[in-house]
C-alpha cells in the first residue's frame, strides 16, 4: 500500500467560533497574520520534505479562501516540492478543473511539475467541494461535465507532440494549442480523480484513473467502490487493479494509548473547525434537488463537518486511524478488508494546532512500524481470497449520512 | 398546496415539452415567472384570467422539469419563448414578466416587438446600472437564508416558512433555486449587453415596482425606466419584490389601466 502524507496547509490562529459564521468563503483575512503564516509554510514544507525522507508520498490539495487550507495553488506548493524533494512520487489532488477557465494553462503547470521532478508528478483532478462555488464564481451545475471536457483537454495537449491542434469544446476553447514544456512520464503522468458515489465512480473506471474516496469510510465505501470495480470490470474485463482505489482518512499513530489519543484529537481539528453555512454548503446545482431539499430541511447534514465529532465515532466509521502502531494497522487493515482492497492510503497526518514534532511522531512511528505490514498485506492480495474475508464482514448499519459526507457525495 | 395544476398542457418546442398554463380569455397575455416559480394558484393570477388569455409556461428546470441539455442560461429561454409566440402565432400580446421572467421579457423585446402590444416589467432584473463594485441585486446565493425574505417581501411574515413544506415541495423549491442560478449566475442577474439594446423596445412598457424592494429596488427601477423610451413606472406602497403577491388589487389596477383597453 502506498502511503501518502497530506496536510492541507491550515492555518489555526482563529478567533472564537462563536465569533464567525463561516470559517470559509467569506471569513475575513484581517485574521491571518502573514508572518505566522510564512512560520507555518515552512513547517508544512519541512513535513513534506520528512515524508520524502521517511519514504512516504507527498499529497498536497488546495481550497480557497479558507482558513482550513491556505494553499489557493497547490502547483506553487507542488512546484516547490518538485525541487526540494528528490524521491517521494508527488500528488496533487488536485485541480479544480471544472472551476477554473484555463485547462491548458493546467496541463502546462502540471507539464513543468512533472519536468522539474524528473516524471514524479501523479496528477488529479477533482470537482471541488461545494464552498468552491463562491469563491470560484463557478455555479455547481454540471461540474463533472466541465470537468471531463477540461480533463480531455489536458491530456490531448500532454499527449500531442506534432504541433497545434485545436479546441472548440462546449466549456472551454483554445487555438493553436502546443505546450512547452511537454511531461517528463510517458504518454502521460498518472491521473487521479476523486468519486464520492458508485455513479461518479463509472467515468473515472472507464478512463482506467485512479479513484480517490475521502472519508466515506465503513458507511458507503463498498458502494462507491462497488461501482468503480464493476465499471472497471465492463470497460476493460479485468479485476481493477488495487492501485486503482484509494482512501483518505485521519491517521494519528502514537507510542502509547495517551500520546495517540492526544495527537488524533488534534488531527480532528480538520472536522471540528469546519463551521460552514448553507450558504456556502449547499450551492445552487451542487446537490441534486433531493439530496438539497434535505439538507435545506436540515434532515441531512452538509452544513459542513459536525463541529462536535466524537474520535471514537469517528474510528468506528473509518474515517480516523489512531493508536499505537499495533492498533492502526489493524483498523486499517479491517477496512481494508471489509472495503475489498484498495491500493493506496491518503493519510492525513496533521491538522489544526498539531506540531511539527507531534506530527513528526507519529509519521516515523507510521513508517518504522505500520507501513511495513501494509506493504506486506497489499502484496499478498488475491482477489478470490479478498471475497472471503469481504464475506465474513457483513454490511455495517450506520446512522444516518453524516453531516460532513454530504459534500463528498458527488 | 394544491398538488394538480389546472388547465396545463404541454408544447414540444426545440426538442423540449413545455408546460404552459393557459386560462381564461380576452386578449392574449404571455406571462413569464419569477425565480420563485409559477404563480398560477395565487389571487392575481386568477384575476387576471377574467380579463386575459393567460398563457403562462413554466420555465424549463422549474417546477421539477429538467434542464434541457442543450441550454446554457438565458439567451435560451428568450428563444424559446420566441418560439413559442410563432408557434401559437398569437398578435398584439401583452408580455408580462416577473423578476427573471421580466427580464426574459425585455430581452425578447429587444428582440422582437413584432408580435407585442405591450409590454409590462414587474420587479424585473436584468440590467446593471451601477459601477463594477456596487452590488446593484442582493446576491441570494450567498446570503443566509433568513436574510432573503426581508429582501423580497416588505411583509417578511408573509413569505413562505419553508420547515411547513412537505418534502416533495421542499424538493421542487431546491431544484427551482437551481434553475434560477442556472439562468442568473453570471453575470449576475444581468446581461451588460441589455441597456444598448433597450431602445429597440417600441411598444408601449409599463415597470410595476413594489416600494420595498430590497433585491432590485425603486432605483434600479427609475434605471431601467430611463433606459425604455415609451416607459412609465408605477410604484406600488406596502410591496417588496412581489407587489402581485402583497398588494394583488393595486397591481391588477395597474395592469389593467394600462393594458385592459
Known amino acids: ?255 502509547n494509548a495517551k500520546t495517540a489519543r492526544d495527537g488524533a484529537e488534534k488531527v480532528l481539528w480538520y472536522m471540528t473547525s469546519n463551521k460552514v453555512p448553507l450558504e456556502w454548503s449547499n450551492p445552487p446545482g451542487y446537490h441534486p434537488p433531493a439530496v438539497a431539499a434535505q439538507i435545506m430541511s436540515g434532515q441531512r447534514g452538509g452544513a459542513g463537518l459536525p463541529l462536535q465529532p466524537k474520535l471514537e465515532e469517528q474510528m468506528a466509521r473509518g474515517n480516523v486511524f489512531a493508536g499505537t502502531p499495533d492498533q492502526v494497522f489493524e483498523q486499517i487493515k479491517n477496512l481494508w478488508e471489509y472495503a475489498g482492497g484498495f491500493g493506496h492510503l491518503l493519510m492525513m497526518g496533521q491538522a489544526g494546532f498539531l506540531s511539527y514534532d507531534e506530527t513528526l511522531a507519529s509519521m516515523r512511528l507510521f513508517t518504522d512500524e505500520v507501513y511495513p505490514r501494509l506493504k506486506e498485506l497489499t502484496a499478498s492480495y488475491d482477489p478470490e481470497r479478498m471475497q472471503e474475508l469481504r464475506l465474513r464482514q457483513p454490511d455495517r448499519e450506520f446512522v444516518e449520512i453524516e453531516a460532513f459526507a454530504a459534500e463528498f457525495v458527488r | ?109 429587444v428582440r422582437n416587438t413584432s408580435r407585442l402590444a405591450q409590454l409590462i416589467l414587474v420587479d424585473a432584473v436584468g440590467i446593471k446600472p451601477g459601477d463594477r463594485e456596487t452590488r446593484d441585486i442582493a446576491d441570494i446565493f450567498g446570503l443566509p437564508a433568513s436574510d432573503i425574505p426581508p429582501l423580497l417581501f416588505h411583509d417578511p411574515s408573509k413569505a413562505p416558512n419553508p420547515a411547513e413544506l412537505t418534502e416533495d415541495q421542499l424538493t421542487i423549491l431546491a431544484s427551482d433555486r437551481i434553475a434560477l442560478a442556472f439562468y442568473t449566475w453570471e453575470p449576475y442577474m444581468h446581461n451588460p449587453k441589455l441597456p444598448q439594446r433597450l431602445h429597440r423596445i417600441d411598444v408601449p412598457t409599463l415597470l410595476i415596482w413594489g416600494a420595498s424592494d430590497g433585491l432590485v429596488t425603486v432605483s434600479y427601477a427609475e434605471a431601467y425606466r430611463q433606459m425604455i423610451r415609451a416607459s412609465n413606472l408605477v410604484i406600488i406602497p406596502e410591496a417588496g419584490h412581489l407587489p402581485q403577491v402583497e398588494q394583488p388589487e393595486l397591481f391588477l389596477d395597474h395592469v389593467l389601466s394600462f393594458a385592459a383597453h
Open chain 1, 1 to 255: 500500500m502506498q502511503t501518502w502524507f497530506f496536510t492541507e496547509d491550515a492555518y489555526p490562529y482563529l478567533p472564537d467560533a462563536e465569533t464567525y459564521r463561516s470559517i470559509r468563503v467569506n471569513l475575513p483575512n484581517r485574521y491571518y497574520d502573514p508572518e505566522k503564516g510564512a512560520d507555518l509554510y515552512d513547517m508544512y514544507l519541512d513535513l513534506w520534505c520528512a515524508a520524502d525522507e521517511l519514504g512516504l508520498e507527498i499529497m498536497v490539495n488546495e481550497h480557497h479562501q479558507t482558513a482550513t487550507c491556505v494553499v489557493p495553488a497547490a502547483p506553487i506548493m507542488l512546484g516547490i516540492l518538485a525541487r526540494q524533494t528528490s524521491r517521494a512520487r508527488l500528488l496533487i489532488l488536485g485541480n479544480p478543473i471544472a472551476n477554473r477557465t484555463q485547462p491548458i494553462r493546467v496541463a502546462e503547470e502540471m507539464a513543468m511539475i512533472d519536468v522539474i521532478s524528473r516524471g514524479r508528478l501523479e496528477c488529479g483532478f477533482v470537482r471541488s467541494v461545494p464552498y468552491e462555488a463562491a469563491p470560484a464564481n463557478m455555479l455547481p451545475f454540471r461540474g463533472p461535465e466541465r470537468l471531463w471536457e477540461a480533463h480531455d483537454m489536458i491530456v490531448k495537449a500532454w499527449t500531442t507532440h506534432d504541433g497545434p491542434f485545436n479546441f472548440e469544446g462546449r466549456w472551454f476553447q483554445s487555438r493553436q494549442i502546443n505546450i512547452w514544456p511537454r511531461p517528463y512520464q510517458q504518454p502521460h503522468p498518472p491521473i487521479w480523480i476523486t468519486i464520492g458515489s458508485a455513479g461518479s465512480a463509472v467515468p473515472v473506471a472507464q478512463h482506467g484513473h485512479t479513484a480517490a474516496v475521502f472519508l466515506a469510510g465503513y458507511p458507503r465505501i463498498r458502494e462507491i467502490y462497488d461501482g468503480y470495480r464493476k465499471a472497471y470490470q465492463t470497460a476493460h474485463g479485468t479485476v481493477t487493479p488495487l492501485h486503482r482505489l484509494a482512501y483518505c482518512a485521519l491517521v494519528y499513530v502514537g507510542d
Open chain 2, 1 to 109: 398546496m394544491d398538488t394538480v395544476r389546472e388547465h396545463v398542457s404541454t408544447m414540444t418546442l426545440q426538442g423540449i415539452e413545455l408546460p404552459i398554463v393557459r386560462r381564461g380569455s380576452g386578449p392574449p397575455l404571455l406571462l413569464l415567472h419569477g425565480g420563485g416559480g409559477p404563480q398560477d394558484r395565487l389571487p392575481f393570477f386568477h384575476q387576471l384570467t377574467l380579463h386575459f388569455d393567460v398563457i403562462a409556461p413554466i420555465h424549463p428546470g422549474f417546477d421539477g422539469s429538467p434542464i434541457p441539455d442543450h441550454f446554457d442560461g438565458m439567451e435560451d429561454l428568450v428563444y424559446l419563448y420566441l418560439d413559442l409566440m410563432d408557434a401559437l402565432d398569437v398578435h398584439d400580446i401583452t408580455l408580462l414578466g416577473f423578476s427573471m421572467g421580466g427580464w426574459a421579457a425585455a430581452e425578447i423585446a
